[in-house]
């Protein structure tokens, strides 16, 4: 167990270096993603406030440390991609990675205060950065043991972590290979060195708690905040042309991936197909990219739409398209295995869409009562009640009051300026 690194009396923490890695890794790669989401929330929230703020990302050459200005610059790129720079001559030694990330590392190195590996970035942090500063990561990247061990040999900087789900650990068989190793090696730095992590959730708390004491690693000090939703009005959203106003529809949104059971919903479209006229069925509207170890779904994606049953997948929406599909649908569909929060379906929950889902103790938390909660497992309980849905006249929508970012960020900021107490040992 670590000692807090203290503070000369009467010292607050006062200013933060957001770690952006994440986003630079999906610069090119379409719509953000729920983790995409949060790490730009925090990008929005501290370059919209008067702390001191600097960033840091991992690029090629080492780890870029960007002051206000310079972070300030690289989102508003990572916005626009057409505001991206050229490539630089390393980028033109990355030939495999997406032009746009390409050319948002160039940025990053064109504006660094100073790009950095090895022993030297202690010493590089610790000349750019004030005495007190707090090291943020909240996108799960960039937690490798060479940064860490900079970060805690700089005097005065303490350390947050958000961790989002420990599905890696829970759901092993729906990962990669070697994704639990990986990630449990992850989660054992954070306990390490961290002086503080922040949980979006109870159920994420406690599984962290969990896995941290089967690892026999040190537990830090924890801090449990619920996600936000961008409470402010929204441009006029545009649905998508397969989206038909006058027939049901229904979404589901999200990554395609093992977890997400999106097969449940194709046994289901089949079974409806088998007991509706062809007229009368449903559409199914897929949003997502196509993540890893799913190419049977694929497979039977395309397999449905040849047998012309009404499912359209979309895989790089726009934010306004998105918003118009969600509006538009009788109910957005999540028959998810795991969940680390689901930002979907608190955005469902908002404007008041009909959330259909597997019961998932993340969603009986934030949620409560809300959703229709079957078995991810029951293809005749779903089918019954999408049928059911879709018959049935739309019903009013009745928004659920849900939290924005700024009472996430009322109960996080407190803790993360506040000197930590020293955590206990787990397990």
């Known amino acids: 167990m670590h000692a807090l690194r203290p503070l000369p009396p009467g010292a607050a923490r006062s200013a933060i270096c957001l770690d952006i890695t994440r986003l630079v890794s999906r610069a090119g790669l379409g719509p953000p993603t729920g983790i995409d989401r949060v790490e730009i929330a925090y990008l929005r929230h501290f370059l919209g406030?008067?702390?001191?703020?600097?960033?840091?990302?991992?690029?090629?050459?080492?780890?870029?440390?960007?002051?206000?200005?310079?972070?300030?610059?690289?989102?508003?790129?990572l916005a626009d991609p057409a505001l991206l720079g050229p490539e630089d001559w390393r980028a033109f030694v990355s030939r495999r990675l997406p032009p746009d990330r390409r050319r948002a590392e160039a940025d990053l190195r064109r504006r660094a205060l100073a790009l950095v590996t090895g022993r030297s970035l202690d010493r590089a942090l610790a000349r750019h950065l004030p005495r007190g500063t707090v090291y943020v990561n909240v996108g799960h990247s960039n937690l490798g043991a060479p940064l860490l061990a900079a970060l805690r040999r700089v005097p005065g900087l303490a350390i947050a972590v958000m961790i989002h789900d420990t599905i890696p650990l829970d759901h092993p068989a729906f990962q990669r290979p070697g994704m639990a190793e990986r990630f449990a090696a992850m989660l054992t730095r954070v306990g390490r060195t961290a002086d503080l992590a922040i949980c979006n959730s109870e159920e994420t708390r406690a599984r962290l708690v969990h896995h941290l004491g089967r690892l026999g690693a040190r537990l830090p000090p924890v801090i449990v905040a619920h996600l936000g939703l961008d409470l402010a009005p929204q441009a006029a959203s545009t649905p998508p042309a397969a989206l038909r106003p006058d027939h049901p529809a229904f979404l589901c949104l999200g990554t395609i991936e093992p977890r997400k059971n999106h097969a449940l919903l194709l046994d289901v479209w089949e079974r409806l197909a088998q007991t509706m006229p062809h007229a009368a069925l449903p559409h199914l509207h897929v949003a997502g990219r196509r993540g890893w170890c799913n190419e049977a779904v694929f497979a039977r994606i395309a397999a449905v739409q040849a047998a012309g049953l009404p499912v359209f997948e979309h895989p790089a929406l726009p934010d306004a398209e998105l918003a118009g599909l969600l509006q538009g649908c009788r109910a957005l569909l999540m028959p998810s295995r795991a969940e680390g929060f689901g930002l979907p379906a608190i955005e469902a929950a908002a404007a008041g869409v009909p959330l259909v889902s597997a019961d998932l103790p993340v969603w009986r938390e934030v949620l409560g009562d809300w959703p229709i909660r079957l078995d991810p497992d029951d293809t005749e309980g779903w089918a019954a009640t999408i049928r059911r849905l879709a018959e049935a006249p739309p019903a009013p929508r009745r928004p659920r009051p849900v939290p924005g970012w700024e009472a996430h960020f009322a109960r996080v900021l407190p803790r993360l300026l506040a000197p930590q107490p020293e955590a206990a040992a787990c397990g």
């Open 49 to 77: 406030s008067e702390m001191p703020c600097w960033g840091i990302a991992r690029v090629g050459g080492g780890q870029a440390l960007l002051d206000r200005a310079g972070l300030s610059a690289v989102a508003a790129c």
